[in-house]
């Protein structure tokens, strides 16, 4: 038994070669979730329960979906970890630059949607605040 958790040292085993025969190596954070049997198992748990019972799209649309989700994120070594996974699995460079132009496009309008929302929002502000902070008699005088 690991001391952290009621996990054996087989189940804890067993666990990572679930993964391992996913994705054809252990990806770096379930690596270091080996520390957390408990913490590991569930993560394990839930992503198999997201790819195996949800059977709505086949793996090599869930990759390509997990490169584009990954590249919008800018985690680095897990674009690197999907792109090598979807290789292997025959998916083309075609597919794959698709995904990543997708999530950019995405990612791109974002960040133009939150921003330019957000100057938006300042500027109502602002220009309330500038309403509210002058009185009527003022401002028909001419002075502010």
Known sequence: MNEKSSISDEKLCELMEIVEKRYGKVPYIIEK???????LESKINYDEAVVDEYKHIDPKTAELISIAVVS?????????????AAKKMGISEEQIMTAVLIAGSLSNSAVLSKSTRALQKVNNILKYDENSLSCPECNISGIK
């Not at 979730?33 to 913490?39: E, S």
């Not at 919008?72 to 090598?84: K, N």
């Open 33 to 39: 979730m080996k520390n957390n049997p408990k913490l």
């Open 72 to 84: 919008a994120l800018g985690c680095e070594h897990c674009i690197e970890f999907h792109i090598e």
